[in-house]
């Protein structure tokens, strides 16, 4: 039995990018109804800002390759920007309102083998006092901004790669 299996585990993994994906948001571009994020391709805008936020050199950037080298394979499976608005007849009024979201998931494996190692994700949303205060603004409730936007987008992206990859360096 090893006693100090941190101590004696041998050298650590070297870590090079390789995929990454931004999953289509159709539904919710369906749902924006304003158009506020028409000028905005917000796919393309996570994965530059994916890409330059983690700093991982890149498959094709290996030189020699050992067994112990690792890929990682990022996705953000499920994205969404927020907005509130409202249903309402004469004696109803129901608020309709969703936070922005950017839900992340990583696969790290073997590039020698192609076999995953480990699977990590995240989801992170506007936090409730943030989206409140958005809503309840002045130049977001006359709509001179919108609620939230790619700076938004990109915050929610940072924090779910933080966590995500703080998961997979626990587990190397």
């Known amino acids: 039995m090893n006693l100090f299996p941190r101590i004696f585990k041998g050298e650590k ?17 369906s749902l924006d109804g304003w158009g506020i994020f028409q000028s905005m391709n917000l796919g393309d805008g996570l994965r530059k800002y994916l890409y330059s936020a983690v700093n991982l ?5 290996r030189e020699d390759l050992r067994e112990s080298d690792l890929g990682l394979e990022l996705v953000v499976v499920n994205y ?42 995240s989801k992170k949303n506007t936090p409730w006092g943030q989206f409140v205060s958005r809503i309840f603004s002045f130049n977001r409730m006359f709509r001179f901004k919108p ?5 938004d987008m990109e915050v929610l992206l940072c924090l779910a790669a933080i966590e995500t990859l703080a998961k997979l360096t626990k587990k190397l």
């Open 80 to 121: 969404r920007g927020g907005e509130f608005g409202a249903f309402q007849t004469t004696e109803l009024f129901i608020p309709i309102f969703w936070r922005p979201k950017v839900e992340l998931k990583a696969r790290l494996y073997n590039l020698a083998t192609g076999k995953t190692v480990h699977i990590a994700s």
């Open 147 to 151: 609620l939230f936007d790619e700076e």
């Open 57 to 61: 050199p890149p498959i094709d950037s």
């Open 13 to 29: 993994p070297r870590v090079y990018l390789g995929a990454m994906l931004v999953a289509s948001s159709e539904e919710w571009e």
